[in-house]
Structures are given as structure tokens and as C-alpha cells.
């Protein structure tokens, strides 16, 4: 069984800074992608920022220049530092891991950013 345990959410004023990291654990074939979606209310999920495995790197242009995706070199962790976020950066942040024949989600935390 695949988990994938985020963490990091919480209440921030606008203009600050949150890390969200997510670990990969469990057993599970070779990966592609790993990232990063998000859900405001009322919503859908949408992709925010993603990785592959060759450290390639995709941005919402919502979030360019503001939010940098990571990976731990030795560990199945990614990372999402947010900086400068905005209001209608709110919502659930969802990590996923995405293979050829896999498709992996956590159980998502909460990123609320005050105006």
C-alpha cells in the first residue's frame, strides 16, 4: 500500500512564506512525476507545480516566480516552498505521485493565507 503523507499547511498573512513537504511511503514500481495540485472551495483541482524524475519542472503561471517544487535526492519526498502568497493561494494542497500504470494521492493539507 502507497501513502503519501503531507504536511506543512496552515494560516499564513499574505505576503509570507509556507514549506509543504510530502513522503512517499510503501511499496510502489519506478515513478514519473511527482507534484503538486491544489483545490480552493467551490473549485476544481488544479496543478500547481510538478517534477519528474529527470528534475524537470512545470509551474501554474499563477504561482511562477513564487513557488519552487523539490525533491529529496535519496528519499520519494517532494517539496513546495510558497512564497509571497496571496488569498487565492487558499486551499487544500494535494501531493501526487504519477507512474506509467500508477496514480497516487495524499489525503491533502490545508493552506489558508489571510488578507
Known amino acids: 500500500q502507497v501513502q503519501l503523507a503531507e504536511s506543512g499547511g496552515g494560516l499564513v498573512q499574505a505576503g509570507g512564506s509556507l514549506r509543504l513537504s510530502c513522503a512517499a511511503s510503501?511499496?510502489?514500481?519506478?515513478?514519473?512525476?511527482m507534484g503538486w495540485y491544489r483545490q480552493a472551495p467551490g473549485m476544481q483541482r488544479e496543478q500547481v507545480a510538478t517534477?519528474?524524475?529527470?528534475?524537470?519542472?512545470t509551474y501554474a503561471d499563477s504561482v511562477k516566480g513564487r513557488f519552487i517544487i523539490s525533491r529529496e535526492g535519496t528519499k520519494d519526498w517532494v517539496y513546495l516552498q510558497m512564497n509571497s502568497l496571496k488569498a487565492e493561494d487558499t486551499g487544500i494542497y494535494y501531493c501526487?505521485?504519477?507512474?506509467?500504470?500508477?496514480?497516487?494521492w495524499g489525503q491533502g493539507t490545508q493552506v489558508t493565507v489571510s488578507s
Open positions: 517534477m519528474s524524475t529527470a528534475g524537470t519542472t
Open positions: 510503501g511499496s510502489f514500481s519506478s515513478y514519473n512525476v
Open positions: 501526487r505521485l504519477l507512474g506509467s500504470r500508477s496514480d497516487y
